[in-house]
Structure formats: C-alpha cells, structure tokens
Nanobody, 121 residues
Framework: QVQLVESGGGLVQPGGSLRLTCTVS????????MAWYRQDPGNQRELVAT???????TYEDSVKGRFTISRDNDKNTVYLRMNSLKPEDTAVYLC???????????????WGRGTQVTVSS
C-alpha cells in the first residue's frame, strides 16, 4: 500500500520559514519525479515545485527564489524549504509521485492528506 505522509506545516509570521517533509512508503521514489502541490479552500490544486530523479527542479513563478525542493532517495523522502513566507502562501501542501513527459509533470494517483501552512501575523 502506497502512502505519502506530509509533515512540517504550522502557523508562521510573514517573512518566516518552514521545512515540509514528505515521507513515502510502499514504493520507491528513485527514478520518479516528485512534486509539491498546494490547495486552499475554493481553489484548484496548484503545482508548486517538482524535482526529477536527476535533480532538475521547476518552480511556480510566485515561489521562485523563496522555495527549494530537494529529495533523499535513500530515505524515500522529499522536502520543501520555504523562506520569506507570505500570507498568500497559506494552503494545505501535498506531495505527489509522478513523472515528467514532454517537459510537463504528470501526477500520480496517490496523495497524502497534506500539511497545513498558515502565514499570518
């Protein structure tokens, strides 16, 4: 049974930082592209960052220069370091195991419950 468990969210003031962790079990992440998404109520799920098996990364424009995605294949874990957080970053953050096709990320079918990030003073 594939499980993705996100953690590390919380309440942080604007300008603060958090590091999210996604631990995967029941499958191996090596060889796959991993991604972080975010979703807030009333909005569609938004792709935030991806990292290929070779370590190439992509970012949504609003988080470029502030967020960093990384992975540890030995630990079957993906991270999202978030700096200079803004109120508009508030959302539930979820990770996903998928693949890249023609330069675009294709999401897999397994999702975790996500971790809530709230940026507020």
């Amino acid at each position: 049974q594939v499980q993705l468990v996100e953690s590390g969210g919380g309440l942080v003031q604007p300008g603060g930082s958090l590091r999210l962790t996604c631990t995967v079990s029941g499958t191996f992440i090596k060889g796959y592209t991993m991604a972080w998404y975010r979703q807030d109520p009333g909005n569609q799920r938004e792709l935030v960052a991806t990292i290929t098996s070779g370590g190439m990364t992509t970012y949504e424009d609003s988080v470029k220069g502030r967020f960093t995605i990384s992975r540890d294949n030995d630990k079957n874990t993906v991270y999202l370091r978030m700096n200079s957080l803004k109120p508009e970053d508030t959302a539930v953050y979820l990770c996903n195991k998928g693949f890249t096709s023609s330069g675009r990320y294709v999401s897999g079918i397994d999702w975790g419950r996500g971790t809530q990030v709230t940026v507020s003073s």
